[in-house]
């Protein structure tokens, strides 16, 4: 079933009817040599279940009743404590999948129109931090744990499986019981969608920016009319006539502004966006014809030119006539969002501009407003927030690497004095398919520098873009002792973490519903 539009009760708390038959555990706290995590040790029935860190990595931890059904499918070392079977097994697939049988909000969700927040995270160690500060902030956005691209899986040599477990296992660490999203993010083909529904994701980002023509915003009118003749009409259902008939006899009225089409405009909307309409549809179809439990988000902010709100509002009436049916929509926003670094342009056209596609989401859907490469935009957060309201979602992903970086910048500075020359060295190479803006030359070696200092560096314009396009280099060589530092630091790297989006999470208070005076 498709979540879409108001009404579909999507808007409740994520927990409602769960977590009724489960207790804190108390007894796995007091297994001498062992440190459950406080937070994830829970009680079902007799049994008591729970994480543990251990110098080899996370492990699950069950102290139960011989032939508690709780045991079931659980595999591990077994022994015996206080007349009870304890079992210590790995955090592997088959455990997870056992897990999720008792804990039903172990497994991603559909949060429909509930307004949302995507913690991207590369390394798949971040969630228990992004839950530290969701809990902290305590703001009406349900999370999205998992939202990993084609390109970041492919970069940092995780599958969409990984990418969604590692989330799974980072909620049962950080006793996360209010439901959760799986963003597979920015699937341009049909294998990209095969891939994510296998691995059993619930919220899909079709990113159809290859099809989106650009240049018809600067074109002459006549080529703009000619490029008009050589679109997809049949798959489109449509032809210019048609269409031309459509728009121009549209007003659309919003309560405090209206948008009328003429001939020229429509002209450019659908030589800009017609491609990836008709992209868009075709992937959906495919969706659905697979009888997925997903939702669906479309976004278009990855090209070079902004989205009108009349282009924006061309996408939403056609793909609505295509049937095509969506929870949110991405337009690419007017100003800079580069990598790593806070909204570049003038904030207050930001807010014009999402007031008039949060007036065509509302109007169009409601769909969700979604904002995308959210890391660190925080001066725009507010202004998105009032205008969208509770319609609305945010994508970050790199900046939870770039406070992983902060963690070993302070605890183990020869590492990252490692990863920081590698990363200028692959920078020309690696930023090909960013927006960035950093120069090397504003981003020196880090020679002249002394082992204190070298946390500042995730403070630089510069050296913030650097590290941040350049992980799947960094990760390939150094990879496995950053994993290691960041599990033996794991309380440093979520207290950066926490203390990191609490700044990103605080602008949207606003959205906390009023309580009665
Ligand atoms: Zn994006």
């Excluded at 049937?323 to 580069?338: C, D, I, K, Q």
């Amino acid at each position: 079933m498709m979540a879409s539009g108001a009404g579909d009760g999507s808007r409740g708390r994520a927990s409602d009817g769960w977590a009724k038959d489960v207790t804190a555990a108390t007894d796995l706290m007091s297994i001498r040599g062992l440190e459950v995590r406080g937070e994830s040790a829970i009680r079902i029935g007799d049994a008591e279940l729970g994480l543990a860190r251990t110098q080899d990595g996370d492990r699950v931890v069950i102290l139960a009743p011989d032939r508690c059904p709780a045991l079931e499918g659980l595999e591990g070392e077994a022994s015996i404590f206080q007349g009870r079977r304890l079992l210590i097994g790995p955090t592997n697939p088959r455990n997870l999948s056992a897990l999720r049988k008792l804990f039903p909000w172990l497994a991603p969700r559909i949060l429909g129109l509930h307004s949302s927040f995507g913690f991207g995270d590369r390394l798949g160690s971040a969630t228990p931090g992004h839950v530290r500060a969701l809990r902290a902030a305590s703001v009406p956005l349900a999370p999205i744990f998992a939202q990993q691209s084609i390109r970041e899986m492919e970069r940092t040599g995780r599958d969409a499986t990984e990418v969604l477990n590692d989330a799974a296992w980072g909620v049962f660490a950080a006793g996360w019981r209010e439901g959760y999203g799986a963003d597979a993010d920015h699937l341009k083909t049909i294998a990209d969608v095969d891939a994510c529904l296998a691995a059993g994701y619930t919220f899909f980002t079709f990113d159809p920016g290859a099809y989106v023509d650009g240049s018809a915003d600067s074109q002459p009118a006549h080529s703009v009319r000619a490029a008009l003749e050589d679109l997809p009409w049949k798959e489109l259902d449509d032809d210019s006539r048609r269409m031309f008939d459509r728009y121009l006899r549209t007003v659309l009225d919003f309560h405090d502004r209206s948008l009328r089409f003429d001939e020229d405009g429509i002209a450019r909307a659908a030589v800009k966006y017609g491609r990836a309409v008709a992209h868009v549809a075709v992937l959906y179809r495919h969706l659905k014809a697979r009888g997925a439990d997903a939702e669906v988000e479309v976004s278009v902010d990855e090209t070079e030119t902004p989205t009108t709100p009349a282009q924006h509002a061309y996408i939403a009436c056609e793909l609505r006539r295509l049937g095509v049916e969506w929870v949110s929509l991405a337009p690419r926003f007017v100003g800079r969002f580069e990598k790593g670094v806070d909204y570049l342009g003038d904030p207050s056209a930001f807010e014009a501009d999402a007031a008039s596609h949060a007036a065509i989401a509302r109007r169009f859907g409601p769909y969700k407003l979604s904002l995308h490469s959210g890391s660190d935009k925080i001066s725009v957060y507010g202004a998105l927030a009032r205008q969208a309201g509770d319609l609305l979602h945010v994508k970050t992903a790199g900046t939870s690497y770039l406070e992983a970086l902060r963690t070993v910048a302070t605890l183990d500075p020869g590492l990252f004095r490692a990863m920081y020359a590698l990363a200028r060295d692959r920078y020309e190479e690696d930023r090909a398919s960013y927006h960035v803006s950093a120069s090397l030359e504003r981003a020196p070696s880090a020679d002249s520098l002394r082992d204190a200092e070298l946390v500042s560096l995730l403070e630089g314009f510069d050296t913030r873009q650097v590290l941040h396009v350049t992980f799947g280099s960094v990760l390939a060589r150094h990879g496995e002792r950053l994993r290691t530092v960041l599990r033996a630091h794991s309380e440093a790297y979520e207290a950066n973490l926490e203390r990191h989006f609490i700044r990103h999470l605080a602008p949207f208070e606003m959205l906390r519903p009023k309580t009665a005076p």
